[in-house]
């Protein structure tokens, strides 16, 4: 469902240009919002969420979608860890569609997607473990499967599932107000290898407003 | 293709609905699940029984695979680009693995309260909890509880994303064969699908059998299904090029 949001940019409290192919990771706290702008379009961003007091209770995909009896995110989100709590919801999206099944690329899965050969090429979960390597909350253990945003992956009636070009746009944003202190870890996508990125991974912004 | 018959069966048993199981299942061995009575649902966890932190993937098998449902012909993927388990023959042609588990207070709230003070051992058993006890007996927790498969169970999306469970998907006499393309950790259970709107809690059995197939040969049916499965039996063969060569150079 397309929302706009009515916060504004100047009154942010944090602002944030992450590079393409760049991880991030924020302490986002209860009643903070958070807005990933799609600065250039079609822009994939993997995400994970961790309760910043135990980060095994983390984000749990199944979880939300069990919860909304739907399998995209958009406005209305509630975003379900694996203990059942809710962790945050989507508040605002102008781009109206984003993924939870097509989950991170990684130098293996992409050996077994485009050729054995592709094992050197940036991946998100590079990315995330490098992210945990250095921040020491969680580690690979805890990396579930994460939220796209901006990504376009349709299912079919007949059970078949497909990356498509996307439908976000330059400017498109998404917008989540948590709901308990969070732990935010993004790999801002690298995928050349299909059309999650466009063949053009690009930055995203971040803005945060406190409560 | 190979079949569990009295040459190749190493081990059968039943589970009953509600209960849970773990298994070491050998590379080239296969378990085959049958759903005794109709209407079955297992909740499947694999791991590679040599390194658990590897374990498998929903997201990276839906996608490798370009399908929602699982099936014939299919490969579970780990994290790590090997395929786990090989689906080498199944009779129903869809299985669930984006729904998850219902935990304690999603049970007791569909079907009241179930508890062991009255029911005795036909109490009302939770998926999450299931896995949390049968995880825990191998050194796993929550922390390794991600996607699971809901063998036996049909859960469709529309064109906006809505799902819908199917019911009366699985009949009596239903069956998948798991082949192990590696040594791997199985954690299952028979609790109910989640989203079964059943009223009444009536988890069913299934048979276990454990059977020797083989390695997966070069006209191999999922190694042939599609160009990524190749790969990733490949992949998975370079896991153990060591011992196949060992067992070709018995004089080494």
């Known amino acids: 469902m397309l929302t706009e949001s009515r916060l ?3 009154l942010a409290s944090h602002s944030q240009v992450v590079a393409a192919g760049e991880p991030w990771v924020y302490d986002l706290r209860a009643g903070q919002t958070l807005r990933i702008v799609d600065l250039e379009g079609n822009q994939a961003v993997d995400t994970l969420f961790f309760n910043a007091h135990d980060p095994a209770e983390r984000y749990s995909a199944v979880d939300t979608i069990r919860g909304q009896g739907a399998l995209y995110l958009t406005t209305g989100t509630r975003l379900i860890s694996n203990a059942g709590r809710l962790m945050a919801e989507i508040v605002a999206d102008t781009c109206g569609r984003h993924d939870t099944l097509g989950g991170a690329c990684a130098a293996e899965s992409n050996q077994v997607r485009y050729a054995l050969e592709k094992r050197f ?3 998100c979960r590079d990315n995330f473990l490098l992210a945990a390597a250095r921040d020491g909350r969680f580690s690979k253990r805890d990396i579930g499967h994460n939220i796209n945003f901006f990504m376009n992956v349709p299912v079919t009636p007949e059970g078949e599932l497909s990356f498509e070009d996307g439908i976000s746009a330059g400017g498109k944003y998404v917008e989540l107000r948590a709901v308990m ?5 993004v790999s801002n996508c690298p995928q050349l290898n299909n059309p999650c990125n466009a063949y053009n991974p690009t930055p995203v912004q971040m803005l945060v407003w406190d409560a | 293709m190979p079949e569990p018959n009295a040459d190749t069966v190493a081990h059968r048993e039943t589970l009953r609905g509600g209960e849970s199981w773990s298994f070491r299942l050998q590379r080239g061995f296969a378990l085959r699940l049958t759903d005794l009575e109709g209407g079955a649902n297992v909740a499947l966890l694999a791991f590679n029984a040599a390194e658990p932190l590897e374990r498998y993937n929903m997201p990276d098998t839906l ?16 994290d790590m680009g090997h395929s786990l388990l090989s689906i080498i023959d199944d009779s129903l042609g869809w299985h669930d693995t984006v729904c998850g588990v219902a935990d304690a207070q999603a049970v007791a709230a569909k079907y009241g309260v179930g508890r062991y003070q009255e029911l005795r051992n036909d109490f009302h058993r939770n998926g999450y909890d299931r896995f949390l006890i049968e995880l825990s007996k191998h050194g796993l927790g929550k922390r390794d509880l991600v996607a699971n498969v809901n063998f036996f169970s049909k859960v469709t999306a529309d064109g906006e994303g809505k799902i819908r469970f199917v ?5 009596p006499g239903a069956h ?11 954690v299952l259970h028979t609790c109910p699908h989640p989203l079964d709107p059943s009223p009444d809690y009536a988890p069913k059995s299934v048979e276990l059998t454990v059977w020797r197939c083989g390695l ?6 999922c190694r042939g299904s599609r160009p990524e499965n190749a790969r990733g039996l490949e992949n998975t063969r370079r896991c153990f090029c060591q011992q196949d060569w060992l067992a070709t150079h018995a004089d080494a």
């Open chain 2, 167 to 171: 019911p009366g998907h699985s009949g």
């Open chain 2, 216 to 221: 997966p040969a070069a006209d191999d049916l």
């Open chain 1, 121 to 123: 090429m940036h991946s």
């Open chain 1, 181 to 185: 202190d969070l732990i935010v870890l």
């Open chain 1, 8 to 10: 504004d940019p100047r």
């Open chain 2, 176 to 186: 998948v064969d798991l082949r192990a393309d590696m040594n791997v950790l199985l």
């Open chain 2, 63 to 78: 996608k490798a695979q370009h399908t929602f449902r699982l099936t014939r012909g299919h490969c579970l993927y780990s």
